[in-house]
């Protein structure tokens, strides 16, 4: 039975709900555990101490920031400031970077720009849905916070491009508590671009040459007040630059991951389907293409004879230690796989840890690299290229939640000792 399209539109749009709500929650109490997991310290502010309250407490307009503030001489034009670094100096090409024992290590800082403390947001979220958690079933944060957002800056206080992460629960929680509705949750994806680009603005300020200046705390400040207007998180919950977190390293650390891993994917799936532009196994995944004629190969020995006719065994099998064949329904999942997923479509092979899934999809991965093999030693002129041969349709990745699942089959394949009998 099909699905209808709305159906799984509502089916997604309370998915992607359930993710914007889902926030990543900081461990500990303190920011000095956030710090060094990071492999950082707290420096909130200039100062000739090298640890105490002075660097913890959190900044205040017109602090001394940690870092040196670029400033534009009236005589020449040139940038000055204390430092080891030249801004103005390029950074050295790919090529000419060794290993990173040697090259040099630059001070960047991770600033946190807005908070909420987690204990009290999922309160006030039970009560936007008039719910009690029942504290049985739900494993609710002690103690902690929600980062609101954050952006890494250079060791002159300037922006590190595509480095301002926001968080789709604050932003989730603010449209609930200003009288917003769960549906438009689903709006999540087009929100963040938009909001990502005007503050990302606001964090890339200039000065007379130009050229980027280095930011203070009152822009900081005053960028982290706009946002959490912006994002309409209430008065009692908001907690301004909390801290910056300072870190020594080759490289700028990554932008913060404060959403779901899977907001851009369902939202991509959410417009296919509305743009009618749904790829097949999406579309089979989600109910909208259900199997013509299900059977149940326990017990409708016909269909599963039939299954396993020659002329549905592929022609490629991956070689193992003393060639053992594959199980009776483990090779009809191979037939059925190969016949009926030439093109497009989906496969779902069930079954609990050490019963040959893996095994499985060994031959398959041979049936695939088999096919590409027809497939180029057909070309009559191979000189003159591929012709409408696309390579990546014979390509294979191998995709999972969990690690081990992954190198299960990925770390495995090129082991020669693992494919191939000692006899060959």
């Given at each position: 039975m099909?699905?209808?399209?709305?159906?799984?539109?509502?089916?997604?749009?309370?998915w992607?709900?359930?993710?914007?709500?889902?926030?990543?929650?900081?461990?500990?109490?303190?920011?000095?555990?956030?710090?060094?997991?990071?492999?950082?310290?707290i420096?909130?502010?200039?100062?000739?101490?090298?640890?105490?309250?002075?660097?913890?407490?959190?900044?205040?307009?017109?602090?001394?920031?940690?870092?040196?503030?670029?400033?534009?001489?009236?005589?020449?034009?040139?940038?000055?400031?204390e430092?080891?670094?030249?801004?103005s100096?390029?950074?050295?090409?790919?090529?000419e970077?060794?290993?990173?024992?040697?090259?040099?290590?630059?001070?960047?800082?991770?600033?946190?720009?807005?908070?909420?403390?987690?204990?009290?947001?999922?309160?006030?979220?039970?009560?936007f849905?008039?719910?009690?958690?029942?504290?049985?079933?739900?494993?609710?944060?002690?103690?902690?916070?929600?980062?609101?957002?954050?952006?890494?800056?250079?060791?002159?206080?300037?922006?590190?491009?595509?480095?301002l992460?926001?968080?789709?629960?604050?932003?989730?929680?603010?449209?609930?508590?200003?009288?917003g509705?769960?549906?438009?949750?689903?709006?999540?994806?087009?929100?963040?671009?938009?909001?990502?680009?005007?503050?990302?603005?606001?964090?890339?300020?200039?000065?007379?040459?130009?050229?980027?200046?280095?930011?203070?705390?009152?822009?900081?400040?005053?960028?982290?007040?706009?946002?959490?207007?912006?994002?309409?998180?209430?008065?009692?919950?908001?907690?301004?630059?909390?801290c910056?977190?300072?870190?020594?390293?080759?490289?700028?650390?990554?932008?913060?991951?404060?959403?779901?891993?899977?907001?851009?994917?369902?939202?991509?799936?959410?417009?296919?389907?509305?743009?009618?532009?749904?790829?097949?196994?999406?579309a089979?995944?989600?109910?909208?293409?259900?199997?013509?004629?299900?059977?149940?190969?326990?017990?409708?020995?016909l269909?599963?004879?039939?299954?396993?006719?020659?002329?549905?065994?592929?022609?490629?099998?991956?070689?193992?230690?003393?060639?053992?064949?594959?199980?009776?329904?483990?090779?009809?999942?191979?037939?059925?796989?190969?016949?009926?997923?030439?093109?497009?479509?989906?496969?779902?092979?069930?079954?609990?840890?050490?019963t040959?899934?893996?095994?499985?999809?060994?031959?398959?991965?041979?049936?695939?690299?088999?096919?590409?093999?027809?497939?180029?030693?057909?070309?009559?002129?191979?000189?003159?290229?591929?012709?409408?041969?696309?390579?990546?349709?014979?390509?294979?990745?191998?995709?999972?939640?969990?690690?081990?699942a992954?190198?299960?089959?990925?770390?495995?394949?090129?082991?020669?000792?693992?494919?191939?009998?000692?006899?060959?």
């Amino acid at each position: 039975m099909s699905i209808a399209a709305e159906t799984v539109r509502d089916v997604l749009r309370s998915w992607i709900a359930c993710e914007v709500l889902s926030p990543q929650i900081t461990k500990g109490n303190g920011w000095s555990d956030v710090a060094g997991d990071r492999g950082g310290r707290i420096r909130n502010r200039k100062t000739g101490a090298d640890d105490g309250p002075t660097l913890w407490q959190p900044p205040q307009d017109g602090d001394p920031t940690p870092w040196p503030i670029l400033t534009e001489s009236q005589d020449d034009g040139q940038h000055e400031a204390e430092g080891s670094v030249d801004p103005s100096e390029p950074l050295p090409a790919a090529s000419e970077v060794g290993s990173p024992r040697d090259r040099k290590l630059r001070t960047w800082y991770s600033v946190i720009l807005a908070a909420m403390p987690a204990v009290e947001s999922f309160e006030r979220l039970d009560e936007f849905f008039d719910d009690q958690a029942d504290e049985d079933q739900t494993i609710r944060p002690l103690s902690g916070f929600v980062v609101a957002a954050s952006v890494v800056l250079d060791e002159w206080g300037i922006i590190v491009p595509d480095s301002l992460a926001i968080s789709s629960f604050c932003w989730g929680f603010g449209h609930l508590s200003t009288g917003g509705t769960p549906d438009d949750l689903s709006d999540w994806s087009t929100e963040e671009r938009g909001l990502k680009l005007r503050f990302a603005d606001l964090l890339a300020p200039r000065g007379p040459d130009g050229q980027p200046r280095s930011l203070t705390w009152d822009d900081l400040r005053g960028v982290s007040r706009a946002l959490v207007e912006e994002l309409g998180i209430p008065d009692d919950l908001q907690i301004l630059t909390p801290c910056v977190i300072e870190m020594v390293r080759p490289d700028p650390p990554a932008a913060d991951i404060l959403s779901s891993f899977y907001l851009s994917d369902l939202s991509r799936v959410l417009d296919a389907i509305d743009n009618e532009t749904v790829s097949g196994a999406v579309a089979s995944y989600l109910g909208l293409n259900p199997p013509i004629d299900p059977w149940d190969c326990l017990n409708d020995r016909l269909k599963l004879s039939q299954l396993l006719g020659p002329g549905l065994f592929p022609l490629g099998r991956w070689p193992g230690n003393g060639l053992h064949p594959l199980t009776l329904l483990q090779q009809a999942a191979v037939n059925a796989i190969a016949r009926d997923l030439d093109t497009h479509g989906l496969a779902a092979v069930n079954g609990p840890p050490g019963t040959g899934k893996t095994t499985l999809l060994r031959d398959v991965v041979a049936h695939v690299i088999i096919t590409r093999a027809e497939r180029l030693a057909a070309i009559e002129s191979p000189w003159n290229g591929l012709g409408d041969i696309d390579l990546m349709d014979y390509a294979i990745v191998v995709a999972s939640s969990n690690n081990a699942a992954v190198e299960n089959i990925s770390l495995e394949l090129p082991v020669r000792e693992k494919a191939l009998d000692a006899s060959i």
